[in-house]
């Protein structure tokens, strides 16, 4: 079990959090998935062998929104 905290830019509301949540949270091995508006952070807990980091960058952007670091 891995956990990451990953910088995302364009989230502004309450349905930008249930849009990154909801897809992020459909991913395979997610245990976990906090949005932090103000700090414009995503937090993952996930089990690596299941969904890789990059998927999970990957559905965030899918979304519309920019992974940035």
């Known amino acids: 079990m891995e956990e990451t ?6 989230m502004s509301c309450e349905h930008c959090v249930k849009a990154v949540k909801n897809a992020v949270s459909a991913l395979p091995g997610i245990e976990k998935v906090a949005v932090d508006l103000k700090n414009k952070s995503v937090t993952v807990k996930y089990h690596p ?4 980091l990059d998927e999970i960058k990957s559905e965030i952007e899918e ?3 920019d992974v940035v670091g």
């Open 5 to 10: 905290i990953l910088n995302v830019e364009g």
């Open 49 to 52: 062998a299941e969904s890789t």
């Open 63 to 65: 979304q519309g929104y």
